[in-house]
T-cell receptor
Framework: AQSVTQLGSHVSVSEGALVLLRCNYS??????LFWYVQYPNQGLQLLLK??????LVKGINGFEAEFKKSETSFHLTKPSAHMSDAAEYFC????????????FGKGTHLIIQP | DAGITQSPRHKVTETGTPVTLRCHQT?????MYWYRQDPGHGLRLIHY???????DKGEVSDGYSVSRSKTEDFLLTLESATSSQTSVYFC????????????FGSGTRLTVV
């Protein structure tokens, strides 16, 4: 079975600083990986996804993530944090096609300090 | 989110009563999912459907049942609500196959008192 581990339930960065949210996965087959963002009292919005094409994936709002098979990682980064980036971020993995759905990490709450 | 709606958005119910949540999609996607979101647990899969009348259990299915009589509707029923089922419930849809995105509804906040 697949699993996802997000390191750090809370991450705090200053506005303008680098954002780094860590995600490691476990899967016996090549995975598809996703990052979702959730703003307060809203549903989940897809930030970006890795589907075995380019290992560096660019998403919305200036975020990107790099798939590293040797490290089983899919960390999310943004060069310069903005106050509007404050939200909950979820990493997720899919290995079984549509039937199995997504397996999510427990989430990382990103706090932006002014 | 466009193409997927959940109802109701909020509900308060008493312990022991049955509750049904509805997910409706206009995208004609094959796969539909119910997740619950709880602090410290992320999102956990309750049940999913891979076609009309085709459903299966997820990670946390005890106490829940589902039905899908039409492509567009996926119902989640709490047979006898308990306080441990107080949660935010999300429906998601997918065209299917690895790599396809999953689109989420706006959620239903359920409180069992």
């Amino acid at each position: 079975a697949q699993s996802v581990t997000q390191l750090g339930s809370h991450v705090s960065v200053s506005e303008g600083a680098l954002v780094l949210l860590r995600c490691n996965y476990s899967s016996s087959v090549p995975p598809y990986l996703f990052w979702y963002v959730q703003y307060p009292n809203q549903g989940l919005q897809l930030l970006l996804k890795y589907t075995s094409a380019a290992t560096l994936v660019k998403g919305i709002n200036g975020f990107e993530a790099e798939f590293k098979k040797s490290e089983t990682s899919f960390h999310l980064t943004k060069p310069s944090a903005h106050m509007s980036d404050a939200a909950e971020y979820f990493c997720a993995v899919s290995v079984g096609g549509g039937a199995d759905g997504l397996t999510f990490g427990k989430g990382t709450h990103l706090i932006i300090q002014p | 989110d466009a193409g997927i709606t959940q109802s109701p958005r909020h509900k308060v119910t008493e312990t022991g009563t049955p509750v049904t949540l509805r997910c409706h999609q206009t995208e004609n996607h094959r796969y539909m999912y119910w997740y619950r979101q709880d602090p410290g647990h992320g999102l956990r899969l309750i049940h999913y459907s891979y076609g009309v009348k085709d459903t299966d259990k997820g990670e946390v299915s005890d106490g829940y049942s589902v039905s899908r009589s039409k492509t567009e509707d996926f119902l989640l029923t709490l047979e006898s609500a308990t306080s441990s089922q107080t949660s935010v419930y999300f429906c998601a849809i997918s065209e299917g196959g690895q790599g396809y995105g999953y689109t989420f509804g706006s959620g239903t906040r359920l409180t069992v008192v």
